[in-house]
């Protein structure tokens, strides 16, 4: 496609965009004087118009019911999980069985790591990607602390080649061959949160295995924004939040894979809690855990419902509009940010200079682009802040910008250049 640096382009696609009607579902942020382009989906994504009406719902449940409400309201609390597990196991390519949304992603990797980080003999080590995001660091030290063992000897970190900014993916495949049957367990981020690098699951699942190791991924930056196929993939285990790209409330509910073919296997180590208990007898209150047989045996302690309605209200336009659809778009638009980047670039290069670090290849990325930004990167990003511009700043020097497709549209990304220009 041939993009123009022109209003009357971007309108254009925004006119024959098949999503076009969903950006009016959700409520742009107003505390600013300017109209705001919102540029943070992969931080926190926009609220739903409906959300408001999902937990209301439940709030009245509560007012009318008070505890009855686990069984008399529309949705039963009891199993309200249930009606998030389809629409979130389409999002991330699983069976329905395999996925439960639950807990917290840093509380849902501890305890996916409780059952398939299990070093024995030399088989210890953790290969993972270097600066991933500090809360999956922090989770990887603590789990090998847990178990006696030195992280410094023990987690293998993969980074990018000397004067480079994304890691080789044949570098990630020479390691695991290295470490062999040393190797325990492979935890990437499926999307590298600082890069947006978008890694091969597939191949590295099928790498990791044939060396006999676990492979899982964190998906914070994936669920929602990739097409996943995790099932498929045989991907041992993967994790994700909400609040992304998912749209569903700051710090919201997470969800959880693991792979139909470890469903079954009650010799698993995990932390148990009722509401992982077999729920056919959970009310008899007896002693001795019974896990379920589906991703719910994760699952400790009963719906934080709230947070789950706001959840559904996101589930449920995602299940309308579908995630084909939505990465379609996706790509498209953020190719056209990657345009108008170059072109603001090659106008004003002598004043500051970017450098886009995320792949160029749109298989390798998905609705995020981190810009690299020579000059007084800070004094940029705090007036682009200003006009309204909301983006993501990480240091020393990166700008990250992601383009949600159900809410950015075409001119956003016009006005965005002409606010860049602007600055320069």
Partial sequence: MQFENTLAFAQKMDENDPLKAYRERFLFPNFLAKPIIYFTGNSLGLQPRSTKDYIQKELDAWAQYGVEGHFLAEKPWFSYHEFLSAKAAKIVGALEKEVVVTHSLSTNIHLLMVSFYKPQGKRTKILCEAKAFPSDQYILETQVRFHGLDPEATIVEIAPRAGEHL?????????????????ALVMIGGV????????????ITEKGHAVGAIVGFDLAHAAGNILLKLHEWKVDFAAWCSYKYLNSSPGGVSGLFVHEKHLKDKSMNRFGGWWGHDKSVRFLMEKGFRPMETAEAWQLSNAPVLGMAAHLASLDIFDEAGMEKLCAKRDVLTAYLEFIIDEVSKLYGEKCSFEIITPRDKTKRGA???????GEARKLFDFLTEEGVIADWREPNVIRMAPAPLYNSFEDVYYFGQILSKAL
């Fill in 192 to 203: 590298n949160y600082y890069s947006g690098q978008l890694f091969d699951m597939k191949t």
């Fill in 368 to 374: 995020q682009l981190s810009m690299l930004v020579h």
């Fill in 167 to 183: 890691i080789n993916e044949e570098d990630i495949y020479a390691k695991i061959e290295e470490l062999g049957d040393e190797l």
